[in-house]
């Protein structure tokens, strides 16, 4: 009996607690609803609304097609709206309008037949990248560079169309182990004779193998030195440059510019 008035007494608790933290969910969306109608309200007599959403879908679309030149044409447009508030701090509403922009553009990219895996990893780089900053104008400058990156990799993917399935296959094993893959081993991996799969390279990439490499090396090596704090020497090695000069002169004959030079904005934006 005294353990049955235990239980009796535990549920009771339990369930008034319950019956209260319901109470409460229901004042919190209450109150939200109340907040909202509010705004409305007040945005009717102010007469000033969010930016139209058609301009949103505008952006979306152009991503989704990989057009940059419509994309630039939406950002430029200026209307007498706002682009809403998702937090009291003008700092964190800016970083929190980011991350739902970057977010809406990775799934129209998505859309576009952009690779979800590099989508999503473009996504978490960039949202990690707004984190760092504390200038609002950076912010919505750096907004416009992502959605524009976006629509770049959609519009690369849509002049591919007519892929080789050996050199698509070669480019997924390249960026799995750009770090330290050899050629030999691309060979292998594909399943296909060297001198055949270089062939391919130069007709669907327009340049050879050893190239293609090269560059997405470079690439890779363009992110980390934008988005870590790694040295160049640690970079030259991490992706087997022979040595750091023949790692530079591949920068530069790439970049059209040297890697600390490239690097220089990026340093000055993390102190």
Known sequence: KI???KEYKISSRLAKMKKEE???EEETVSSINQKITNQIF??????????????????LSSIEKGDIGKLRNCQKEKFEGQLGRVASDDLRNAKNM????????????IRGGLNPELAFTMADNYICEIENYVDERIIRKKIGEYEEEFARQVSLLKKTLHKNR???NAKDYIYKHLHN????????????NGDYLCRLFKQYEGCSLE???RRERIRQAKELLQYSNYKLQ?????LSFSNQSFFTKCFKDISRALPTQYAEPYVKSKK
């Open 3 to 5: 353990r049955l008035r």
């Open 181 to 192: 893959v050899k050629m030999f081993e691309v060979y292998e991996a594909v399943g296909v």
């Open 234 to 238: 640690e970079i030259s090695e991490y």
């Open 98 to 109: 980011a991350i739902i922009v970057i977010t809406l553009a990775s799934r129209a990219a």
């Open 166 to 168: 050996y050199v698509e």
């Open 211 to 213: 190239i293609y490499i």
């Open 42 to 59: 007040d945005m009717q007599e102010t007469e000033i609304p969010h930016n139209p959403y058609d301009h949103e879908q505008r952006k």
């Open 22 to 24: 319901i109470m409460r």
